[in-house]
């Protein structure tokens, strides 16, 4: 759960936490003390909150004064002032902004560290696996001038964008127009069959030929239908896709 009420820093934490680890779920983006309190008096508590302090309507420690917060924080803030009076809380880190994706990562791996059973296979995290492939499209739909066509999900070497459009690669070569942004694609898809791999592609397990080692501990992946320009695995994924490939 993240608390920040400047909605591009809210955006660029999101963004940067799914780059880390994708199988990170935002339960809610909140932006006031109000908000924040209403969601943790109603909903099961999350198992971990990225909390800004300086709130529209006040400081986010006003939050613990009226309710019990059972979930670890991590506190993303402009201010050092206030990290003596956070880790007075449960306080896991205390991140200064802009934040930086190397301390973000080292927070993660402080809270898996310290929660290792969030890390387990359990019959909930196989639950929400079958879940996700019993909710996930089967079919898409493509655009070909006033041509529509249905392409079902296992004939899908991957997704991709291209001069802000975006499409379909299939396993017959076919290269098909599609009207949804990878964003969305990225969540109708089954987790265990498709990856994001970076910001232009969505590869499906099947088309993946090769992967090979790149600078900066990157990796470069080859596909079949070969892609119309190289695909690479960013650091900050690499761990997540291999970790994917193996399950």
């Not at 994708?22 to 969601?39: H, K």
């Not at 392409?151 to 127009?177: C, G, H, P």
Request: charged fraction near 25%; hydrophobic fraction near 40%.
């Amino acid at each position: 759960m993240i608390i920040e009420d400047e909605i591009i820093a809210a955006q660029h934490l999101e963004s940067m936490l799914k780059e880390l680890n994708p199988g990170i779920r935002v339960l809610a983006v909140l932006d006031s003390i109000e908000a924040s309190i209403q969601y943790l008096s109603e909903q099961p508590a999350p198992q971990l909150i990225f909390l800004d302090i300086e709130l529209g309507d006040g400081q986010s420690f006003e939050i613990f004064k009226k309710i019990n917060v059972e979930s670890p924080i991590i506190f993303t803030t402009a201010y050092q002032e206030y990290a003596l009076r956070a880790f007075k809380l449960n306080s896991l880190d205390y991140l200064l902004k802009p934040v930086d994706s190397g301390e973000l990562s080292a927070a993660l791996e402080k809270y898996s560290k310290l929660h290792p059973g969030t890390n387990q296979i359990s019959s909930s995290k196989l639950f929400m696996a079958i879940e996700s492939f019993e909710r996930s499209k089967k079919r898409f739909l493509t655009k070909n001038g006033s041509r529509l066509s249905s392409v079902s999900a296992d004939m899908i070497a991957y997704f991709f964008t291209r001069d802000r459009l975006q499409y379909i690669k299939t396993f017959s070569n076919e290269t098909l127009l599609i009207d949804k942004r990878l964003d969305e694609i990225e969540a109708e898809l089954d987790c265990t069959s498709f990856f994001r791999a970076n910001r232009q592609f969505i590869l499906n397990y099947n088309s993946i030929e090769k992967i090979s080692t790149w600078p900066s501990g990157k990796l470069k992946v080859k596909v079949q239908p070969e892609s119309y320009e190289e695909i690479i695995v960013s650091r900050l994924r690499a761990a997540a896709f291999k970790k994917w490939l193996g399950e």
